[in-house]
């Protein structure tokens, strides 16, 4: 069933009386339980329509619909149905606690006192954060207050969670927490979910649709295998415990904290120079279309 409709949606502004398309006729479905990513350049058209799809934008032409009720005539059903979490945790209060947060937007979304409780403890213990329900929010890391973000979100159990980068500035370790999170809420809490995103990591591993954005303009959408390409030299990702990593003299990696990471096509020759017993993970990568409209 599509959960999403768009239909020609477009969004444009006025510059020196010339018009700038932000969205400019774009038209495709979301299914229910489908976990989609929306890539492009910064400007290409992608939180413009996030922010359509949520009401907080009024399209000059086309229309979006919700369970087949359209949004302009029928805001209540955006609300009813879609937790957002926009760049940057905007929908924190980063001077209260994790608990006064989850009170007071409770209390902003009309949850029943005789739900509130067991519905914030069950999200806390979701997402690991029930030892720290009483820290002042500005205390966590960005990791966890993410994660406090995306809980907001989810307090009136909405159908359709949309997150706008929701890995930005996360170190490694808190980036794959989020990815087996975000499957976690698509496979056991059956939720529909677009991510905005810059980092084709995520999408590749989570989502099972992808839109790519172009100068305002859908340019293509489809299923993550239809957007990979063939390409002639296999690429490998190492992840590794820094202490114990050997002899990368002579080769590019990135270190965060414990964490190494590296990229090589040639695997056995890292292989040669490591202590095996540093290897977190490996992963073969694989070049995907979008590479070409993000680079």
Known sequence: MDIIKINNATKYYLIKKNKFYANNNISFNIKQGDIVGFLGKNGAGKTTLIKSICNLIKLDSGSISIKNKEINKNPKVVHDNIGVVLEGARNLYNFLTVDYNLRYFSYLNKIKDSQLELRIKNLLEMFELLEKRKEVVNNLSRGMQQKVA??????????????????????????????ILLKTLKDKYKKTIIISSHDLDVIENVCNKVVIFEKGKVIKYGSISDL??????????IILKSSEAVNLKDISYEKEERIIKLETA????????????????????????????LT
């Open 228 to 237: 990979k390409l063939k390409e002639s030299e296999n690429r490998y990702e």
């Open 150 to 179: 995306i809980i907001i979100a989810m307090l009136k159990n909405p159908d359709i969670l949309i997150l706008d980068e929701p890995t930005l500035g996360l170190d490694i370790v808190s980036k794959t927490k989020m990815k």
């Open 266 to 293: 040639n695997l056995k020759e890292i292989l040669n120079k490591i202590n095996m017993n540093s290897i977190i993970k490996i992963e073969k990568k694989v070049k995907s279309y979008a590479h070409l409209y």
